[in-house]
């Protein structure tokens, strides 16, 4: 009997549906790493994994992994994306891939394949409690920096301290980790989250790298005084040259193709009606296709807040800074998704992610592919989020032909 995709497609958007009620909030979706809330898309994952024949299994970073047996334990291919949210989050984000990658897997019934496919729902993405990202991909990777379970929350809870509180044995973490010699590659579906496939009517797209990013969190020192009777040529106003960075910015990224810069984030100190600020602290994302020019970007950008700050008579200061070079899909996998698309009777667009994903540092391990599915409106991290059943039902039909295309060439 033919696969009815479309069926498969509305179930996986009713079950996206159900997890986006497991919250923390009552009034909207925010599902953070290790809250009450993904134990409970735990057991509605592991009920529906169960149904496929798959065994179930939590690893110490909080990783759900469903696995369906192949001719041959000793190699795995993964599939997956995230479990966890933003604040107000829309009810795709993350869980879609995994869903997906879920519903592939019931298209191949009793199909033999000569290795296993372990579908992952990773447990920390957005770096939302801990600030810091890709928490629960770094376990399965094996590059998880153990200094960082010393971490506190805002509730000043310890990182090893919430893996206790879920359940979890932080000394594990290691065993988490798969060998690279025994993974076939990974491949995570994802929302496109932003406006390209929907631009040219297309369903679905191949990721043909992820672009780099630099975060940096950076001050502007002056100083405090009264509203009223400090005189104008007599301030140290630390607002006015943070804003003054920020126009230039946004000129930069503007006259510079590819670039993305935001800053997304300003607290300024006091932060009051009447009083001269006298400090003000900022965030930049700089993100560029090729890091090179994201690198010369952010040089510029760095001494151009350094100048205005002397403009200014005020201090500037760089607190952090973390960067991520643009990440490179594996060839062959690339290969196989797009002759997927292809023979699913799909034009083939290939285009950059502009966003990090977890695939980011699955690739820094393993052979890595991504595919985007269109998302109508593109608004993203909010609760308009939104995708078509027909595009998920073409997501599924193509990663399902992926599957068993990799489990051809796998026996070549």
């Given at each position: 009997m033919p696969t009815d995709f479309a069926q498969?497609?509305?179930?996986?958007?009713?079950?996206?549906?159900?997890?986006?009620?497991?919250?923390?909030?009552?009034?909207?979706?925010?599902?953070?790493?290790?809250?009450?809330?993904?134990?409970?898309?735990?057991?509605?994952?592991?009920?529906?994994?169960?149904?496929?024949?798959?065994?179930?299994?939590?690893?110490?970073?909080?990783?759900?992994?469903?696995?369906?047996?192949?001719?041959?334990?000793?190699?795995?291919?993964?599939?997956?994306?995230?479990?966890?949210?933003?604040?107000?989050?829309?009810?795709?984000?993350?869980?879609?891939?995994?869903?997906?990658?879920?519903?592939?897997?019931?298209?191949?019934?009793?199909?033999?394949?000569?290795?296993?496919?372990?579908?992952?729902?990773?447990?920390?993405?957005?770096?939302?409690?801990?600030?810091?990202?890709?928490?629960?991909?770094?376990?399965?990777?094996?590059?998880?920096?153990?200094?960082?379970?010393?971490?506190?929350?805002?509730?000043?809870?310890?990182?090893?301290?919430?893996?206790?509180?879920f359940g979890l044995d932080p000394a594990q973490i290691a065993a988490a980790a798969y060998h690279a010699e025994e993974v076939v590659g990974f491949l995570e579906a994802h929302l496109e989250q932003g406006p390209i496939l929907e631009s040219l009517g297309v369903p679905v797209g191949l990721v043909e790298g992820i672009v780099g990013q630099s975060r940096l969190r950076v001050r502007f020192v002056g100083a405090a005084g009264h509203a009223g009777t400090t005189p104008m040529e007599a301030r140290r106003d630390a607002l006015v040259p943070a804003a003054t960075w920020i126009q230039a910015i946004q000129r930069y990224a503007v006259e510079c193709p590819g670039l993305r810069a935001t800053v997304g984030s300003v607290h300024v100190v006091p932060n009051a009606p009447n009083v001269i600020a006298g400090e003000v602290e900022l965030s930049l994302d700089v993100r560029h296709a090729a890091d090179e020019t994201r690198e010369q970007a952010l040089a510029h950008l760095l001494a151009s807040a350094r100048q205005i700050a002397v403009t200014h008579r005020v201090e500037f200061q760089l607190i952090e800074q973390t960067s991520q070079g643009s990440t490179a899909v594996d060839e062959r996998l690339k290969k196989s998704l797009a002759d997927s698309i292809e023979d699913c009777g799909h034009r083939l667009i290939a285009l950059p992610s502009g966003a990090g994903h977890d695939a980011v540092v699955m690739a820094e391990k393993f052979p890595m592919a991504m595919l985007f599915i269109r998302h109508p409106g593109g608004v993203s991290h909010h609760p308009d989020e939104r995708v078509e059943a027909s595009d998920v039902a073409v997501a599924i039909e193509v990663v399902?032909?992926?599957?068993?295309?990799?489990?051809?060439?796998f026996a070549e």
């Open positions: 498969l497609a509305n179930e996986v958007l009713r079950r996206c549906r159900q997890l986006a009620t497991y919250s923390e909030d009552p009034t909207c979706l925010t599902r953070t790493f290790l809250s009450p809330p993904m134990a409970e898309v735990h057991r509605a994952l592991g009920e529906w994994m169960q149904t496929l024949g798959m065994s179930t299994r939590v690893d110490a970073m909080g990783n759900f992994v469903g696995r369906r047996e192949g001719a041959s334990s000793k190699r795995t291919l993964l599939l997956g994306s995230h479990l966890d949210t933003v604040p107000n989050a829309g009810a795709f984000d993350g869980v879609l891939g995994v869903l997906v990658a879920l519903a592939a897997v019931k298209t191949l019934e009793e199909t033999p394949l000569p290795f296993a496919v372990d579908v992952i729902g990773f447990s920390e993405e957005e770096g939302v409690r801990f600030a810091k990202p890709y928490l629960g991909s770094r376990a399965i990777a094996g590059s998880f920096d153990l200094a960082l379970l010393t971490r506190q929350d805002a509730r000043q809870i310890s990182l090893q301290q919430a893996l206790l509180d399902s032909k992926f599957i068993s295309r990799v489990s051809r060439e």
